[in-house]
């Protein structure tokens, strides 16, 4: 235990060189040549790197437009969003609730009723008349603010003027570099082989190698190809090879961009591996036709009936069918794979008697009332489960458990983006300093050859005197798990300089028109696109250059300021803190920013008109990332990203980015076969909101309603789509809609390889409206000035922990949603309807998704909320009369 603590406490010295110190980021030995002071050089450094990453990325942008407009079937498709009939901005009612100050009074108040109404008291536990009347009154006073901003926000929505279809793609594609936005990027790394207690591995993708002596399936994880190591994410199949499939490090070490592999998501076995002939063995009922009305076999799994008439339902000791048994046995085999060298010889079955066995009692004395048929009959236990889950920290060591507090991202590598900028302390051969480099350029229609020539960077170096010093680093691809959006800028979403932004995006179209293709040589094409950039570049300059020279001007400070170290330390500068340090939360902390850019920032930028510095910022202090527990519908739940990341706690580290791991509940838990609303393949997530708060389902939804359901999810999420390029993508809508609600048909062909040109259009257009209807409200919002006001709170309490409820989003009426692959039982690796026919899966999700959306509040209807963020559904328990609850 000692020496476990202290390799842990001393990981500073782990993987260090003889010159760089810690790290947690693999580089190469560069040469550095000196610059200089850095007091005397890094503000304009940083000002010359940034505008040279803005000229880098502009070409994409510039020829993005130009191909929309030269393809005809481009230039003439119309996304579903982009018609006026569905250009309507709803959904963000939820979100104006959470932060607005009177709101939350309001909140408070009703927690506090709940508590009082749960306790055992007597009657003087009642509120006399006058606070009665009081505590109504500050009700109503609140819903009339409520409303008051509603109709404020909804009013300056409505009357917001919409550009052509052209120059709106020409606006979402400047918004798309984000030039003025600030993210918390998060990349892969390999957990420590030393710290074992972040090694839990994920549930992997699970096949079926053979059948055994009885004619059942045997149930095994799918190795790499190459590597040989269990894939626990999504795989890289070969076109040509179909048996072939290999993990993502593989992928991207040997094979990235290549066309021969196609990407899929982790996904549930049993549609492939359950074919007519294997359905045939595994079923022994003698009531079941082994053929069709044709005379030919038949195929038995799916199963088209919810009771599973004619197969035998033995029950409790006897003998089911075996078409009953294959989700237990989905769930035991991914349960054992994720088994550590503790649990090593445990099952599910297992667990689940010892602490049926054990929590008897507290399992009759929690139990609600059956909800009921749910389709007018009861449903057969697939893949069901008994016991209760804990709200354990699961396998972190005690002795380590206030450092994980502490870090709470656990094992991860972080930087921050500022516009084209990115900055990192913990990266070897830096000799102790912080590196600053230019990211890739975002991922659109249009990627031109990346340079083969070393890129310009800066590096920072030095306690109380500081040097800085010019690289030339060879460019590298990232793999990132996660994007935390910090700072919108508020670029090109008419916020401030609307007569500069115009004639930005006009000039953009203009250019985007008047390049030549035909008739000139590379040279001379390649002199006429730079001839175009740097034209933008001056306009850009005019519009953009006021903000970015207060951004640039406040975190070189923060980077000199010798009481924020450089050097990465995992206890005391972990690239987490460093962040944070370097974040200035008096200038950035804010919901929104005030009115006016502060005086000093307005004169070193030399613009005196009033503007804010930026639309919205997510800013969090460290102590604000934590679980949170839902008491009524009027908390703020934890979000996808808080959630993704906070299992990091507990040792998860998927090779799943964020997006992937979104996407495994409709591929991999719910056996959907893909997702089952537009926009899921793009945005994962059902946009249902619980306990009556919203009318409008997931699938009856705009592209607004369903990102405005979750803001900072959606812009982080935004943030990771536009880092990755198609061949991250699953190369056919791999499900029944896609991003428009179409199946695939003659005209839209799912094609071999990579993502079509038309598919990836579609995709990145998606992506893009999304950002746009974000900030188009959040501009709204900003110009509100009742809800500027109403949000000033958050910046000014003294709790960390409010600081996130910028960071919420609805209460999912989406069952499972929360962690669904975590805990112990086979309801948290499969869903139990897994079995039945496609339809038959979707009607079951639907019912108990409207069930949740009809509920008053949470704990409704002897509901037991055990902790699951209240967006989640509590424990699964599959009855023969039908679906109970308990928590997690």
């Not at 492939?272 to 045939?280: H, L, Y």
Request: proline content about 5%.
């Amino acid at each position: 235990m000692v020496n476990l603590v202290s390799l842990l406490l001393s990981r500073s010295t782990l993987g260090g060189s003889s010159t760089s110190g810690s790290h947690v980021t693999d580089a190469p030995d560069i040469s550095r040549t000196a610059i200089g002071p850095a007091a005397a050089h890094l503000e304009q450094q940083m000002l010359d790197l940034y505008w040279a990453g803005v000229k880098k990325e502009l070409p994409h942008l510039l020829l993005t437009l130009r191909k929309w407009q030269q393809r005809r079937d481009l230039a003439d498709a119309r996304l579903r969003d982009e018609t006026p009939a569905c250009s309507f901005i709803h959904g963000y009612d939820t979100f104006l609730d959470q932060v607005s100050h009177s709101s939350r009074r309001f909140s408070q108040r009703q927690t506090k009723r709940a508590e009082k109404a749960g306790a055992k008291g007597s009657k003087t536990d009642l509120p006399t008349y006058e606070e009665a009347l009081e505590d109504r009154g500050w009700d109503l006073f609140a819903e009339m603010k409520s409303n008051r901003i509603r109709e404020e926000v909804r009013e300056r929505l409505a009357n917001r003027e919409v550009d052509d279809v052209l120059r709106r793609r020409a606006r979402m594609l400047l918004q798309a570099a984000q030039f003025l936005d600030m993210d918390k990027v998060i990349e892969y790394r390999e957990p420590e082989e030393q710290l074992t207690f972040w090694r839990r591995p994920a549930p992997p993708q699970v096949v079926v190698s053979a059948l055994d002596d009885t004619d059942m399936p045997i149930f095994q994880p799918l190795p790499c190809a190459e590597c040989r190591a269990v894939i626990r994410g999504s795989t890289f199949r070969s076109v040509r090879e179909r048996d072939r499939a290999i993990c993502e490090k593989c992928y991207r070490d040997g094979h990235y961009g290549h066309a021969e592999f196609a990407k899929e998501y982790k996904s549930c076995c049993l549609p492939t591996a359950m074919t007519p002939e294997v359905s045939r063995h595994v079923c022994r009922c003698s009531a079941v036709r082994r053929r069709d009305d044709r005379g030919r076999p038949a195929a038995l799994w799916p199963l088209r009936d919810e009771l599973g008439k004619p197969h035998v339902q033995g029950g409790i000791g006897k003998v089911n069918c075996g078409l009953f048994e294959l989700t237990d046995m989905v769930a035991e085999a991914k349960y054992a794979a994720t088994r550590i060298k503790a649990d090593r010889e445990t099952t599910l079955e297992a667990v689940r008697r010892g602490e049926a066995a054990a929590s008897r009692v507290h399992l009759e004395s929690q139990r609600p009332a059956k909800l009921g048929n749910i389709n007018t009959s009861s449903v057969p236990e697939f893949g069901s489960s008994y016991g209760f889950t804990t709200d354990s920290p699961e396998d972190i060591p005690f002795f380590v458990r206030s450092i994980a507090e502490r870090y709470p991202y656990g094992n991860v590598h972080m930087a921050l983006r500022i516009g084209p900028l990115v900055i990192e302390n913990g990266v070897e051969n830096t000799y102790g300093g912080v590196l600053i480099t230019t990211r890739n350029p975002p991922q659109l229609q249009v990627l031109r050859d990346r340079s083969a020539e070393n890129e310009y960077s800066l590096l920072l170096t030095g306690r109380t005197e500081r040097k800085l010093y010019y690289q030339h680093r060879p460019p590298t691809a990232k793999r990132h798990k996660a994007m935390m959006k910090q700072v919108v800028g508020g670029a090109f979403c008419s916020l401030f300089e609307e007569e500069a932004e115009r004639e930005v995006i006009e000039a953009l179209v203009r250019e985007s028109q008047e390049l030549v293709d035909e008739g000139v040589t590379a040279t001379e094409k390649a002199a006429l696109l730079d001839q175009s950039i740097n034209r933008l570049v001056d306009k850009l300059k005019v519009y953009l250059a006021p903000r970015v020279t207060a951004y640039v001007s406040n975190i070189a400070a923060r980077l000199l300021d010798p009481k924020i170290d450089l050097r990465w330390n995992f206890r005391k500068n972990n690239c987490q803190a460093f962040c944070d340090n370097i974040i200035d939360r008096d200038v950035f902390g804010s919901l929104f920013a005030p009115h006016e850019m502060p005086e000093e920032d307005q004169a070193q930028a030399g613009d005196a008109r009033p503007a804010p510095l930026y639309l919205m910022s997510f800013v969090c202090r460290p102590g604000a990332y934590v679980k949170q527990k839902a008491k009524s519908k009027f908390d703020v739940p934890n979000g996808l990203t808080e959630e993704y990341l906070l299992k990091f706690r507990y040792g998860r580290h998927d090779e799943s980015d964020l997006i992937d791991a979104l996407a495994e509940y409709w591929h991999d838990w719910g056996n959907f076969e893909g997702p089952v609303y537009r926009y899921q393949d793009v945005f994962p997530w059902d946009c249902t909101e619980a306990y009556c708060r919203y009318p409008v389902k997931c699938g009856e939804c705009n592209i607004s309603k369903h990102v405005l359901a979750f803001p900072f999810d959606s812009w982080s999420i935004i943030s990771l789509h536009l880092s990755r390029g198609r061949e991250l993508y699953p190369r056919t809508p791999n499900a029944t809609v896609d991003a428009d609600g179409d199946a695939p048909s003659a005209a839209n062909p799912l094609s071999p390889g990579h993502m079509s040109d038309t598919q990836w259009f579609r995709n990145r257009m998606t992506v893009l409206l999304a950002q746009d209807v974000l900030m188009t409200a959040a501009a709204a919002m900003a110009r509100c000035g009742a809800f500027r006001e109403a949000t000033l709170w958050i910046h000014k309490q003294e709790d960390e922990r409010q600081d996130r409820l910028k960071l919420g989003g609805i209460h999912r009426a989406q069952p499972f949603s929360h962690h669904f692959e975590r805990g112990a039982y086979h309801q948290y690796f499969v869903a139990d309807w897994a079995s039945l026919a496609r339809p038959l899966r979707v009607g079951a999700y639907e019912r108990l998704r409207d069930w949740r959306a009809t509920r008053a509040d949470v704990g409704d209807d002897q509901e037991h909320d055990g902790g699951d963020g209240g967006g989640g559904c509590g424990g699964f328990v599959c009855g023969a009369v039908g679906y109970g609850w308990i928590g997690w």
